[in-house]
């Protein structure tokens, strides 16, 4: 862009070397791209680009909506070509997805329609746990095995990549067959696995194999060469302890009166790890996310053996499958956009997680999150389940929860509901500020509890 705006003759040079621009998702443009494609097309009209303004769901990556949403102020003379038959899903799913997105103030409106059949009413299942919300899913795709789909017209769609452990393990448990898109199995990530490790040397201090992992994790400035000495000296608690200024031999003394979750908050802060990560980049947050999901996990075991003896389980149980056999997939909703399956659940529909903590006070970011919630709603071709419990694990203690708004927005007469009661009066509401809505529920914005 720059090379452009400093030489005229190289941009008339590629101007007229493209006689057209064709421009796809282009909702997900961000400033270079739009400054590049609006320096190409000139005064040529010669710029075509297809976009969905409610699937704008990238501005983390710098992606802005406004390109799309200006398309007409920036090119007067476009035409535009309204594509609103769908031909995915069912008439009930994209009667939910357009009530859902109608209230988004910045928004442009499409009449979407199918010919495709009215379909079955949406189902909105609340439990009283994370555990409950498993077990729902367990449930449903065994019922929807029954009814004669496959492992592979199933998705299950969650706002947070740390949301996949309690999933993972309950289909591990009951033998469902899953993969990950975009990510990885949850005791498989880098962070997980190194505080795992962490764990495990406490327990068995001459762990060679968690001692070679994070011997320099976070870096604490030891090369192989001083690994190498420490292995010879077969990782000798005195001489780690000399090398790395870790309190090795305190925290063998504390794992004997210290809970999993205390000797997990103990060791994060010796390490300093979560410092190490709070760069503010979003894959260092999900990373932290990650963690905190671990604590929950920790909080569920007193004694350190059996934390460890659990996880060991799970791993030794989680085996390769094969790439051809039918599985159900697993992902955020992000990693979603562009897919489609007969079957989609979308788990954790509940304020502070969809929409996310992050997004709760500023009106651009919820509406992002509506949008987000559009993506997941409009990937089923059949059959939408949508989740949220009363009350959920955080950083290892018992959270309550609400509904989800975006619930709430939803016509009465095209869902099912099923589990504990769902105070529909709580969450049912379409209209309003972000403010009102969090003041009228007594939210505490400093401490993002209810």
């Given at each position: 862009?720059?090379?452009?705006?400093?030489?005229?003759h190289?941009?008339?040079?590629?101007?007229d070397?493209?006689?057209?621009?064709?421009?796809?998702e282009?909702?997900?443009?961000?400033?270079?791209?739009?400054a590049?494609?609006?320096?190409?097309?000139?005064?040529?009209?010669?710029?075509?680009?297809?976009?969905?303004?409610?699937?704008?769901?990238?501005?983390?990556?710098?992606?802005?909506f406004r390109?799309?949403?200006?398309?007409?102020n920036?090119?007067?003379?476009?035409?535009?070509y309204?594509?609103?038959?769908?031909?995915?899903?069912?008439?009930n799913?994209?009667?939910?997805a357009?009530n859902?997105i109608?209230?988004?103030?910045?928004?442009?409106?499409?009449?979407?329609?199918?010919?495709?059949?009215?379909?079955?009413?949406?189902?909105?299942?609340?439990?009283s746990?994370?555990?409950?919300?498993?077990?729902?899913?367990?449930n449903?795709?065994?019922?929807?095995?029954?009814?004669?789909?496959?492992?592979?017209d199933?998705?299950?769609?969650?706002?947070?990549?740390?949301?996949?452990?309690?999933?993972e393990?309950?289909?591990?448990?009951?033998?469902?067959?899953?993969?990950?898109?975009?990510?990885?199995?949850?005791?498989?990530?880098?962070?997980?696995k190194?505080?795992?490790?962490?764990?495990?040397?406490?327990?068995?201090?001459?762990?060679?194999?968690?001692?070679?992992?994070?011997?320099?994790?976070?870096?604490?400035?030891?090369?192989?060469?001083?690994?190498?000495?420490l292995?010879?000296?077969?990782?000798?608690?005195?001489a780690?302890?000399?090398?790395?200024?870790?309190?090795?031999?305190?925290?063998t003394e504390?794992?004997?009166?210290?809970s999993?979750?205390?000797?997990?908050?103990?060791?994060?802060t010796d390490?300093?790890?979560i410092?190490?990560?709070?760069?503010?980049?979003?894959?260092?947050?999900?990373?932290?996310?990650?963690?905190?999901?671990?604590?929950?996990?920790?909080a569920?075991?007193?004694?350190?053996?059996?934390?460890?003896?659990?996880?060991?389980?799970?791993?030794?149980?989680?085996?390769?499958?094969?790439?051809?056999?039918?599985?159900?997939?697993?992902?955020?909703?992000?990693?979603?956009?562009?897919?489609?399956?007969?079957?989609?659940?979308?788990?954790?529909?509940?304020?502070?997680?969809f929409?996310?903590?992050?997004s709760?006070?500023?009106?651009?970011a919820?509406?992002e999150?509506?949008?987000?919630?559009?993506?997941?709603?409009?990937?089923?071709?059949?059959?939408?389940?949508?989740?949220?419990?009363?009350?959920?694990?955080?950083?290892?203690?018992?959270?309550a929860?609400?509904?989800?708004?975006?619930?709430?927005?939803?016509?009465?007469?095209?869902?099912?509901?099923?589990?504990?009661?769902?105070?529909?009066?709580k969450?049912?509401?379409?209209?309003?500020s972000?403010?009102?809505?969090l003041?009228?529920?007594d939210?505490?914005?400093?401490?993002?509890?209810?």
């Amino acid at each position: 862009v720059h090379l452009f705006e400093a030489s005229p003759h190289i941009l008339k040079k590629y101007q007229d070397l493209f006689k057209f621009i064709l421009v796809d998702e282009y909702q997900d443009t961000n400033k270079v791209q739009y400054a590049l494609t609006k320096a190409l097309s000139g005064s040529q009209e010669n710029l075509f680009v297809v976009g969905d303004m409610s699937q704008a769901i990238y501005s983390f990556r710098g992606a802005d909506f406004r390109n799309i949403l200006n398309f007409q102020n920036d090119y007067p003379k476009a035409k535009i070509y309204n594509l609103g038959k769908n031909y995915r899903s069912t008439k009930n799913i994209l009667e939910a997805a357009k009530n859902l997105i109608k209230n988004n103030s910045t928004h442009i409106p499409l009449d979407l329609w199918t010919d495709n059949s009215q379909g079955d009413r949406l189902i909105v299942y609340r439990g009283s746990s994370e555990k409950d919300e498993a077990e729902f899913l367990v449930n449903e795709i065994s019922g929807a095995l029954m009814g004669g789909k496959s492992y592979s017209d199933i998705a299950v769609l969650y706002r947070t990549n740390a949301q996949s452990r309690n999933i993972e393990e309950h289909f591990i448990r009951n033998n469902i067959p899953y993969r990950i898109i975009g990510g990885v199995r949850f005791y498989g990530r880098k962070e997980i696995k190194d505080i795992i490790s962490y764990l495990k040397v406490v327990h068995n201090p001459k762990d060679k194999v968690s001692w070679s992992r994070i011997i320099n994790v976070p870096p604490r400035g030891i090369g192989q060469k001083s690994e190498e000495m420490l292995k010879q000296l077969k990782w000798d608690i005195a001489a780690v302890e000399e090398k790395s200024h870790l309190p090795i031999k305190e925290w063998t003394e504390l794992a004997e009166t210290l809970s999993t979750l205390e000797l997990m908050e103990r060791i994060l802060t010796d390490t300093k790890y979560i410092e190490w990560l709070n760069d503010g980049t979003d894959e260092n947050f999900q990373r932290i996310e990650n963690i905190n999901e671990l604590k929950s996990v920790a909080a569920q075991f007193v004694d350190l053996n059996e934390f460890l003896e659990n996880v060991a389980l799970i791993e030794s149980s989680d085996r390769p499958r094969d790439d051809n056999a039918p599985v159900v997939t697993l992902m955020t909703v992000h990693a979603s956009k562009g897919l489609e399956f007969p079957v989609i659940f979308i788990v954790g529909m509940e304020e502070g997680l969809f929409p996310h903590t992050q997004s709760l006070l500023e009106q651009d970011a919820l509406e992002e999150e509506r949008r987000l919630c559009y993506v997941a709603i409009t990937r089923a071709k059949e059959k939408v389940f949508m989740t949220c419990v009363s009350s959920r694990l955080y950083f290892g203690s018992i959270q309550a929860n609400i509904p989800s708004r975006f619930l709430g927005e939803l016509p009465g007469e095209i869902l099912e509901y099923r589990g504990i009661s769902m105070e529909k009066g709580k969450f049912q509401r379409s209209t309003g500020s972000t403010d009102d809505f969090l003041d009228e529920l007594d939210y505490d914005r400093n401490n993002f509890n209810w």
